[in-house]
């Protein structure tokens, strides 16, 4: 297992800039650790790397799924497990937003069941019939510690719950506190910008989007599933909204917007919480970024170290 770095932090953060600029200090690759970049056709609305940056450093598990698959954070360890492996001695810089995928690659499954894919639909009808707050309420008669940690509107998760205790009769949160693999040893960094300029630039980067062919890229993906895991990229059901005729562009630019906003500030919340970082940098990317974030590693994970 190579030398791993995590950099980790909410959407806009600056997290690919300084994972690619430390990839090429370090001689490293890039591996991806955010749960839509895996999907091949969501290079722009995801801001997924372009060919001038993988030709700088290795770009590891970017737009390796189609979006009419579904991924999920045993299946992405499993490929992540792969890919750093095959990097031998050299550093892998894992680079994302998904606390959970950090945090199961980090630390490991539980031993989890499978669902059919009859109970997946039967989940997702039930909440269709009872709505988020009514489906919240029913997952949280059948598993209350899980319901605790996950609000109503974290759709995957209580569908996941649900299906689980249909299939098993044991709540989710039992499953998960079973017995783990032992953790991966990595130097961890989060980048935590200042609130007002991460507000900043959300809105930039979405126009930019936009100028980018994020429009053209959205209407390519109508007609698949809703509810596959691609079709919840942050902007997307907005566009989709406009290529329908619901509303006007400059509406879903800003519906975009405010839901990536929204989204933020549940990452944020959730690596102040559950994840463990050896380095925070809450500053607005100064200029010696990475300079500071060289000096932070470790001996070991520095050329000759």
Not at 47 to 69: D, K
Not at 169 to 192: F, H, K, M, N, V
Not at 221 to 240: I, S, T, V
């Amino acid at each position: 297992m190579p030398p791993i770095i995590v950099i980790a932090g909410p959407t806009a953060s600056g997290k690919s800039k300084l994972a690619l600029e430390m990839a090429a200090a370090l001689g490293g690759a890039v591996v991806n650790a955010d749960s839509m970049q895996v999907y091949r056709e969501l290079r722009v609305l995801t801001a997924r790397p372009g060919p001038a940056e993988e030709e700088r450093a290795p770009h590891r598990l970017y737009g390796v799924m189609p979006a009419w698959e579904r991924c999920s954070a045993a299946r992405w360890r499993e490929m992540a497990l792969a890919a750093l492996a095959g990097e031998e001695a050299r550093p892998a810089i894992l680079c994302g937003g998904t606390g959970f995928y950090i945090e199961a690659l980090l630390h490991g499954l539980s031993d989890m069941p499978d669902t059919a894919p009859g109970i997946e639909a039967a989940a997702r009808a039930r909440r269709e019939a009872l709505g988020a707050e009514g489906f919240h309420r029913e997952v949280a008669a059948r598993d209350p510690e899980l319901a605790r940690r996950v609000p109503p509107g974290d759709r995957q998760r209580l569908l996941r719950a649900w299906a689980v205790f249909e299939a098993t009769g044991r709540p989710l949160s039992e499953w998960q506190a079973g017995p783990r693999p032992a953790p991966l040893r990595a130097w961890t960094i989060l980048l935590d910008p200042p609130r007002e300029r991460l507000r900043a630039r959300i809105e930039a980067r979405f126009r930019a989007m936009l100028a980018a062919g994020a429009l053209e890229e959205a209407d390519r993906l109508r007609g698949l599933d809703p509810d596959l895991p691609a079709m919840k990229a942050l902007g997307l059901p907005e566009l989709h909204a406009h290529l329908a005729g619901e509303i006007a562009l400059e509406e879903a630019e800003k519906r975009a917007v405010f839901a990536t906003r929204r989204f933020a500030k549940r990452q944020r919340t959730w690596f102040r919480n559950r994840f463990r970082a050896d380095a925070v940098f809450r500053q607005d990317r100064p200029p010696d970024l990475l300079a500071a974030a060289m000096r932070a590693l470790p001996v070991r994970f520095r050329p000759g170290g």
